[in-house]
């Protein structure tokens, strides 16, 4: 795994990425037409392309009967294809069971038809690696699949990767009584508690040490850092918590993905400080938010300032889960240029459709929110959640900024409310637009607080025009 030693070199070569390509302004919109960047991020979202050359981990010594220990044979044949000048690592059918995979650049992690890729339940199979853990950085617990400041890197395939999740293993470490957790048991609470305090009193990352005797949990495939990545086909299943977490990368597809676990903070894709970020034909059924847009918590979102910018969903389908398509609550360096076509949201277990939550502990910003030929079903609360109220609510001094939100032919067969928007009277809401939309069975009025520049053109809730 990446050594401490390795992160603090790279530390010391200037951890933000300000000033990199990573952070790129995009122009302004056109007020009458949003979606007009969209051909030109599309065009810089390109996959990586990998040599033709398969290493089996077979031959590095991997058994797939479920209980030998592949992870040695995992980290030789990644060894091997990065020596090589690069490759597919192939998965062949079968159940190998693992701890922690590190990706190396111009490898392509391919689990085939039939494969399964199953991580042990055992902590120490996951080494202490530079990570970041709820918007905060820290040295914790590996994710399950990490590469850190590397090119060109994949998983990909029609296998599955089982995290290997429940309320026996992993899950109780979030403290639910309702997974495992019993009152008196550990849980994470004391880790993250001290974790935060650590990031508001600015100690070195290098010093926030965190995973053997603690209970972070990690994220399932976690890239950091890293520019050409791809991830496509696999199914996803019971991870300890959010599950495609990319950090701090550029150029990043996420495809064809099926996403499935309904434990806590199980989130399904979750770009953070990324940019250009392709989300499209993936399945979501979660236990938290299905897509959420993250940009760093706090001050430590402050101090590396680096926004998500640029993202692009697609033909996406969420059903259960907290969020469909979320920003925040981490979301400190800002996010901007989001697009969301073409989307199906259904199910009584999906709170909202379109969320944004943030508060005046996070600050930050929100612009250029837009969505397209989205169709919703059932879900719970919203249609479109608009919430500076979120967890510390206004308690803070820095005010969350959100402009530019623009909903265009999206319907909503029922809900408790179409539009549920909270500002403060000190930082309103701005700037929201609504155009051709259909919001069916509603329970109640929209509920609109603090909110500067709504407008609607020929939008109808209960079959009337409002």
């Given at each position: 795994?990446?050594?401490?030693?390795?992160?603090?070199?790279?530390?010391?070569?200037?951890?933000?990425?300000?000033?990199?390509?990573?952070?790129?302004?995009?122009?302004?919109?056109?007020?009458?037409?949003?979606?007009?960047?969209?051909?030109?991020?599309?065009?810089?979202?390109?996959?990586?392309?990998?040599?033709?050359?398969?290493?089996?981990?077979?031959?590095?010594?991997?058994?797939?009967?479920?209980?030998?220990?592949?992870?040695?044979?995992?980290?030789?044949?990644?060894?091997?294809?990065?020596?090589?000048?690069?490759?597919?690592?192939?998965?062949?059918?079968?159940?190998?069971?693992?701890?922690?995979?590190?990706?190396?650049?111009?490898?392509?992690l391919h689990v085939s038809a039939s494969a399964t890729i199953r991580f042990a339940r055992d902590p120490a199979k996951y080494p202490r690696v530079f990570?970041?853990?709820?918007?905060?950085?820290?040295?914790?617990?590996?994710?399950?699949?990490?590469?850190?400041?590397q090119d060109n890197i994949a998983v990909t395939g029609s296998g599955t990767l089982d995290g290997n999740a429940s309320c026996e293993h992993w899950w109780p470490w979030k403290g639910r009584t309702d997974c495992g957790w019993t009152r008196g048991s550990a849980n994470q609470d004391a880790d993250r508690n001290a974790l935060a305090g650590m990031v508001e009193r600015g100690v070195p990352v290098a010093q926030r040490l965190f995973g053997a005797g603690h209970y972070l949990r990690p994220q399932f495939i976690q890239p950091y850092r890293c520019t050409n990545v791809l991830v496509e086909g696999v199914t996803l299943i019971n991870s300890p918590m959010w599950q495609v977490h990319p950090v701090l990368c550029r150029n990043?597809?996420?495809r064809d993905l099926s996403i499935r676990a309904d434990g806590p903070n199980t989130d399904g894709c979750d770009p953070e400080?990324?940019?250009?970020?392709?989300?499209?034909?993936c399945t979501f059924d979660t236990g938290d938010d299905c897509i959420a847009i993250k940009a760093g918590r706090n001050a430590d979102g402050r101090r590396v300032a680096t926004p998500s910018e640029n993202i692009v969903i697609r033909h996406c389908r969420m059903k259960n889960g907290h969020g469909g398509v979320t920003i925040g609550s981490e979301m400190s360096a800002g996010v901007r240029n989001v697009f969301v076509e073409e989307c199906d949201l259904?199910?009584?277990?999906?709170?909202?459709?379109?969320?944004?939550?943030?508060?005046?502990m996070r600050g930050g910003f929100v612009e250029n929110l837009f969505a397209r030929n989205v169709r919703i079903g059932q879900v719970a609360r919203a249609a479109l959640t608009i919430d500076f109220f979120y967890e510390e609510g206004d308690k803070g001094?820095?005010?969350?900024?959100?402009?530019?939100?623009?909903?265009?032919?999206?319907t909503l067969a029922?809900?408790?409310?179409?539009?549920?928007?909270?500002?403060?009277?000190?930082a309103p809401i701005r700037d929201v637009s609504l155009r051709d939309c259909d919001?069916?069975?509603?329970?109640?009025?929209d509920l609109i607080e603090h909110v500067e520049g709504l407008t609607r053109r020929n939008v109808r809730m209960n079959g009337t025009i409002v």
């Open positions: 795994m990446t050594t401490r030693r390795a992160f603090l070199r790279a530390l010391a070569g200037g951890a933000t990425l300000a000033g990199s390509p990573l952070v790129r302004r995009a122009g302004a919109q056109a007020p009458n037409d949003p979606w007009r960047d969209l051909p030109q991020t599309l065009a810089r979202i390109t996959p990586p392309v990998f040599p033709a050359r398969d290493f089996d981990i077979t031959r590095f010594g991997a058994v797939g009967d479920n209980r030998h220990d592949n992870t040695d044979a995992f980290r030789d044949a990644i060894a091997a294809c990065a020596r090589a000048g690069g490759g597919r690592i192939v998965v062949p059918a079968g159940e190998f069971a693992t701890g922690a995979i590190e990706l190396k650049s111009r490898v392509n990570s970041r853990w709820e918007g905060m950085e820290l040295m914790n617990y590996s994710p399950f699949v990490y590469a850190f400041e990043v597809t996420i400080s990324c940019a250009d970020v392709l989300i499209s034909h259904d199910s009584p277990a999906l709170d909202f459709a379109l969320r944004v939550k943030t508060n005046a001094p820095f005010l969350p900024r959100v402009r530019n939100v623009a909903l265009e032919n999206v029922k809900a408790e409310y179409a539009l549920y928007l909270r500002g403060f009277s000190n919001f069916g069975a509603v329970a109640k009025p």
